[in-house]
Every structure is written in C-alpha cells, then in structure tokens.
C-alpha cells in the first residue's frame, strides 16, 4: 500500500489529467488493508462470522484485481516504470493469492 500512496501522491507520475487514475489506485490500496484488516477481527465460529469474513476477503480479492488492472493501465500510459510495475504486481499478487488461500481455508474449516 505504501508504495501505491507515494509513488501516486503528487504530479511527479501522475500529473492532474490522470489524477483519477491516481485517486483510484490510492483508494484501491487503502480498501485492500480495510477490508483484510476487518476479516481478521471477525470470529469464524459461527456460519454468519465465516460468511461475513468470506465476504471481505472476497472484496479484497476483487480491490485487488481493479489495483492490477490500474497498474498495468499506469504502465501503458507511461506514468510509471516497469520496474514500478513490476513492484506493485508483485506485491498484488503475493496478497491476493495469500488472501484467496486465507479464505479457501476459512470455508474449509
């Protein structure tokens, strides 16, 4: 997340005609802790705690994806290097698939 927030703070990357684009990966990332954060507090003793903490995780899977799709968007305009990209897909997806086995194992227990 902190490397989205300072990379898209500023004009340096993102000057304003893609402020949007910022905006929205700052928002992505900020959501993806949200959500994982709030999944974690929820007891999963009860079929209503695993079905809410399923819900989140799943909602951080899909920030997660619109954050991916940002970023390779981010490198076909330009704003970013590919070794920027390559950091933040790297980091998307070592989360991502982290959260999908989170959850996987969650609906298993």
């Known amino acids: ?22 905006d929205s990966l700052q928002l992505f990332s900020i959501n993806v802790v949200s959500y994982i954060v709030s999944a974690n507090t929820i007891r999963s ?14 909602a951080a899977i899909s920030e997660l994806d619109k954050l991916l799709s940002l970023t390779k ?8 290097s590919a070794a920027v990209a390559g950091k933040w897909a ?13 959850r996987k194992s969650c609906l298993q227990s």
């Open 73 to 80: 968007y981010s490198l076909h305009a330009s704003l970013i």
């Open 1 to 22: 997340m902190f490397h989205v927030l300072d990379t898209t703070t500023g004009r340096k990357n993102y000057p304003v005609k893609f402020r949007r684009v910022a």
């Open 45 to 58: 003793t009860t079929s209503e705690g695993k079905r809410r903490k399923a819900e989140l995780q799943a």
């Open 90 to 102: 790297a980091l998307a997806h070592d989360v991502k698939y982290m959260t999908i086995a989170w």
